[in-house]
């Protein structure tokens, strides 16, 4: 399973609501939390894997020897959100880039779990970073579309060289 990485069309697309909670989902799941540890992760969205699906795999600790913490949301939605503040982000989708991103401090969101199953999740600080972050995926939104006007200017190059290594593979 590969990750996407920008500015692959696919990560713009968002996801569509799942439907069908089943084995295959399961599996979807499991194979996405591998790529997130290969690749370094903490989070995972589906549409960063090229599929158009609301999933999404976490991990605070990024850390596959402690699977306590692993996460999978279907279909999150944040029903309750509190205090703001600006935190250091990067993306598997954009590789070699870090910037500040003000995000909510704590969140509830609501999800169904992989049997489809209703469940209400309230996070602070780090975790409901991670998870506002992959949630933003699930709608098409890339970290990039959050940074300050002078945080877009300094990785510029950086996407710049993101999108020439695009064009040459494609």
Request: with cysteine; aromatic share 6%.
């Amino acid at each position: 399973m590969e990750v996407l990485v920008y500015p692959d069309p696919v990560l713009r697309r968002g996801g569509k609501p799942i439907a069908t909670f089943d084995q295959g989902l399961r599996q979807l799941a499991d194979r996405m939390l591998v790529a997130m540890y290969e690749e370094g992760g903490v989070g995972l969205a589906a549409p960063q894997v090229g599929i158009e699906q609301k999933l999404l795999v976490l991990n605070p600790t990024g850390d596959a020897g402690d699977r306590a913490g692993e996460l999978a949301l279907c279909n999150p939605r944040i029903t309750r959100k509190k205090g703001r503040e600006f935190g250091e982000e990067g993306c598997l989708s954009f590789p070699g880039i870090q910037a500040e991103v003000e995000r909510w401090v704590e969140i509830t969101v609501a999800y169904q779990d992989l049997d489809g199953k209703e469940q209400v999740l309230t996070a602070k600080d780090w975790l409901a970073r991670i998870v506002q972050h992959e949630l933003d995926h699930l709608e098409g939104v890339l970290f990039v579309d959050r940074l300050t006007a002078v945080d877009k200017l300094r990785v510029k190059a950086q996407l710049a060289e993101l999108e020439e290594r695009f064009r040459a593979r494609a």
